[in-house]
């Protein structure tokens, strides 16, 4: 008998989590200093550097740790943000990982809302994600990323190497476009 309890109990969990797997959801966390942020989950996993050459316009290839280099007489580059510019941080994981994500918003001289995917290693999309400077000399050398799941500032602090771009449309234009279109193309290349 109580094998049986197990096993339905098991079965009616396993469901639960395959039904929430089936579905795009969206959720839009805030907090109670006003930061708000969304996470979207795509059909498939996604990684931060086609969602950042997608939303961004910048056509860059390769790991992330690779962008800052590629860019250089390509795309201006520059230490502070700029709306539509890819922010590349360094040292992500290790000497030989980065991350990508692109500037929504410039909240003030020491914060502004990113847009990235994969953050968490989980493949889903952040959406207006808030970001601090955290740097002693206020050059955006050193940040601290929202955590949209805890309501609270992430623990970490992590090293930019810098902004490139923005694009060649001009950044606000790709930004300004509906997220929903963007998704459902960058899923579309990956999966022929």
């Known amino acids: 008998m109580a094998g049986a309890i197990v096993r339905l ?3 009616a969990a396993l469901a639960f989590a395959v039904a929430g797997c089936a579905t795009e959801s969206n959720t839009v966390v805030s907090s109670d200093n006003g930061q708000v942020g969304a996470i979207k989950k795509p059909p498939t996993p996604l990684q931060c550097v ?20 590629k860019a250089a007489g390509k795309f201006e580059r520059r230490t502070a943000p700029k709306l539509g510019a890819v922010m590349v941080f360094t040292g992500y994981a290790g000497p030989s990982r980065a991350h990508l994500a692109v500037v929504r918003n410039l909240v003030s001289a020491r914060e502004i809302k990113i847009d990235h995917a ?15 400077d955290v740097s002693s000399a206020n050059d955006w050398s050193l940040v601290r990323v929202w955590n949209i799941r805890a309501g609270a500032w992430g623990g970490r602090t992590y090293p930019v190497q810098g902004f490139i771009g923005p694009g060649p449309e001009n950044g606000s234009k790709a930004i300004a476009r509906n997220q929903e279109d963007d998704l459902a193309r960058l899923i579309a290349a990956n999966n022929p």
């Open 118 to 132: 994969n953050w968490l290693d989980d493949g889903q999309i952040y959406i207006d994600d808030p970001v601090i």
């Open 50 to 69: 086609p969602y950042a050459r997608q939303v961004s316009g910048i056509p860059i290839y390769g790991d992330a740790y690779t962008w800052w280099e």
């Open 9 to 11: 109990a098991l079965a």
